[in-house]
């Protein structure tokens, strides 16, 4: 048992019926720690958090909670409060009720009661809306109640099952901030399910990637971006053009080239696909023999799209065949490379970028 661990999950295992939807989970989470469960729809983010929950227990396995085995605890003994997607509020209780209503279970006095509402209020902001009913609210108000309500009795656990998945864009990427924010100040260990990768990269500390059932990796939001362990977490957390090629020798050969790698442990003559994020390919002029250096290619651009803050290059080159490359350029390079469409260009794909997988 490590010190600052607050929750520990031990190959935790679940089934429904014949379909395992859970294998072999293991998990440690620290104490104040903020983890996402990031997958796929359908890859058991819910049914394991429903775990911890208690709401729906585990069909193997232990859950630790601040060093008490809690694996078959019933989920009304547990400690930790949960905000859903959609906000399950009670619609005939104001946003003081809805609040006030696990603090009233627990029988305190009603003053301290009304004291404890008004800060929380406060702290979700929503201080001018204490006699309001939910659908007098607007999405976001609705899900800062449900955080408010979830929070309220300070529990040691917070569970977020996609708490912003069915708000608009912009009020999504405002809450999350205010969520982070909070939890930060609080200090209380949170658990948030997402399917949505730029939230889990924005708000965790770290980020359980998981993939039918299984855990994939577990890391900080950069070392899942920068060293994904594995092809799926390469394309499902931003994205990544790939290449069959043959490993040899800390390298692979693409066409005429070699391209170095930082990734090792790979057989010689292995077939390995190799893949680079479009914001690692960078671009270089022609007219210089640069392209006869390992880690550089010719290329062509075949297309070019404006997106706002970069330029979506679409390349080619001779050595890829027809794989075509993305690669997204700054302003400032398409400017100073002066960079049209057709035009000829060498790229370089940087060794420390350059990923390499077992091919599947
Ligand atoms: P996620 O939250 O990642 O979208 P879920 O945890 O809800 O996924 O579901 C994981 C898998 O388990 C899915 O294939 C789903 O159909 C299945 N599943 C979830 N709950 C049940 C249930 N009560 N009975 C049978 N299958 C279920
Ligand atoms: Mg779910």
């Known amino acids: 048992v490590k010190p600052d661990s607050y929750l520990e999950i031990s190959d935790l295992w679940k089934s429904f019926g014949d379909f395992v939807a859970l294998r072999n989970i293991s ?4 104490r104040g720690e903020f983890i996402c469960f990031l997958g796929p729809s359908g890859c058991g983010k819910t049914t394991l958090l429903r775990a911890i929950a208690g709401l729906d227990p585990q069909s193997r396995g232990t859950i630790h909670q601040d060093g008490r085995d809690i694996s078959r605890l019933p989920a009304s003994r547990r400690d930790y409060g949960i905000v859903f997607q959609s906000y399950a509020l009670f619609p005939n209780l104001t946003v003081t009720r809805n609040i006030a209503f696990g603090l009233e279970n627990t029988g305190r006095p009603r003053a301290e009661i009304a004291t404890r509402v008004a800060e929380l209020l406060a702290l979700v902001g ?11 609210l607007s999405g976001g108000q609705q899900q800062r109640v449900a955080l408010a309500r979830a929070i309220a ?3 040691g656990l917070l569970l977020l ?4 998945s069915a708000l608009d864009a912009k009020v999504r990427v405002h809450l999350r901030h205010e969520m982070k924010e909070l939890q930060r100040k609080l200090g209380v260990t949170t658990i948030m399910v997402t399917h949505d990768q730029e939230e889990a990269l924005a708000m965790a500390d770290r980020i359980v990637v998981m993939n039918h059932g299984v855990i994939e990796q577990i890391g900080t939001p950069t070392e899942i971006y920068r060293d994904p362990a594995s092809l799926f977490v390469a394309d499902f957390i931003g994205e990544t053009n790939r290449i069959r090629c043959r490993y040899s020798d800390g390298a692979v050969t693409i066409g005429g080239s070699v391209l170095h790698t930082r990734t090792a442990g790979h057989r010689d003559g292995a077939d390995v696909m190799m893949a680079i994020r479009p914001e690692d390919v960078l671009p270089h002029s022609t007219g210089h023999d640069a392209v006869k250096r390992p880690n550089h290619l010719a290329a062509q651009v075949t297309g070019m799209e404006f997106l706002g803050s970069f330029w979506r290059m679409h390349l080619r080159s001779a050595e890829l065949g027809d794989t075509p490359l993305l690669a997204n350029f700054s302003m400032n390079a398409v400017r100073r490379f002066d960079l049209h469409q057709g035009d000829d260009l060498t790229v370089e794909l940087p060794p420390d970028r350059v990923l390499i997988f077992a091919q599947a």
């Open 126 to 136: 929503l201080a001018d809306h204490a006699d309001k009913y939910p659908a007098q």
């Open 161 to 164: 099952d996609e708490p912003l």
């Open 153 to 155: 009795i300070s529990p």
């Open 27 to 30: 998990l440690d989470v620290a």
